[in-house]
């Protein structure tokens, strides 16, 4: 079972930054890709960002490019996601996933999922 635990979320006026981190306590993941989705209220679960496990390959959907940057650290089980330049639109809870395999943007292609962590941003 894989354990994952979302922080950093919290309120922010537009224009503002958060980092989230996502942490695997007890285990090593470090061959794993590494994906932040988030969910909107009434909205479906979408992609936003996704690393593999050497930080070869990263993926951004078109409306955080520029603003976010995915990261990790292998040696802290760590994902990241910096969030520069926020806007209200980005409001959501946000979650990390993994899976063993390439990084992809597709939600159904990850089997382990965070609880996931409130981002608000106020305008």
């Known amino acids: 079972q894989v354990q994952l635990v979302e922080s950093g979320g919290g309120l922010v006026q537009a224009g503002g930054s958060l980092r989230l981190s996502c942490a695997a306590p007890g285990r090593t993941y470090s061959t794993s890709s590494k994906a932040w989705f988030r969910q909107a209220p009434g909205k479906e679960r979408e992609f936003v960002a996704a690393i593999s496990w050497n930080g070869d390959d990263i993926y951004y959907t078109d409306s955080v490019k520029g603003r976010f940057t995915i990261s990790r650290d292998n040696a802290k089980n760590t994902v990241y996601l910096q969030m520069n330049s926020l806007k209200p639109e980005d409001t959501a809870v946000y979650y990390c996933?993994?899976?063993?395999?390439?990084?992809?943007?597709?939600?159904?292609?990850?089997?382990?999922w965070g609880r996931g962590t409130q981002v608000t941003v106020s305008s």
């Open positions: 996933a993994v899976r063993f395999g390439p990084a992809t943007t597709t939600r159904r292609d990850y089997n382990y």
